[in-house]
């Protein structure tokens, strides 16, 4: 798929296990402007199945837990494509307690180390499996090459 002279690309850091998902975990577009979208992650596996099995959705409680495994599936795709965390420039971050926002802070600091993407925090209900309280976006600027 094409969009004026850049190329989408969906990304996948394993690619024998993209069956199981109905989205892409991210979709670089190459050419014009080198941008990827990373779609949400949360605590659970990268690849898991769809419908649901519970099993593959036992979370910490621990909002610390969850960020952490957040961003290592993250962290995956952004090695995928030869990014690192200072690629980035765009985190929305979604809650569902907002009390919660700098234990989920605390934990994403050292990733980035000084660099601070734009960002966005919204609250929610609920997320798409029971017990998970954090799932983070992004908008990566992946280098040229």
């Known amino acids: 798929m094409s969009l004026s002279n850049a190329t989408l690309q969906v990304v996948q850091p394993e690619p024998d296990k993209a069956h199981m998902m109905p989205y892409a975990p991210a979709v670089h577009i190459v050419g ?15 690849y898991h199945n769809h419908p649901h099995i519970d099993s593959e959705h036992d979370h910490s409680n621990d909002i610390g837990v969850q960020t952490r ?20 420039v765009k985190i929305t971050k ?10 989920m802070h605390a934990v994403m600091r050292p990733y980035f180390g000084d660099w601070r993407p734009a960002s966005t925090m919204i609250c929610i209900n609920q997320l798409s499996s029971p017990g998970a309280r954090v799932e983070l976006d992004m908008i990566v600027a992946v280098p040229a090459g």
């Open 32 to 46: 014009a402007c080198n941008l990827m979208y990373i779609s949400g992650a949360t605590a659970s596996p990268l």
């Open 69 to 88: 495994n957040a961003m290592e599936s993250i962290k995956s795709i952004l090695d995928t494509v030869g990014a690192t965390w200072s690629d980035v």
């Open 94 to 103: 979604y809650l569902t307690d907002i009390r919660d926002a700098d234990g």
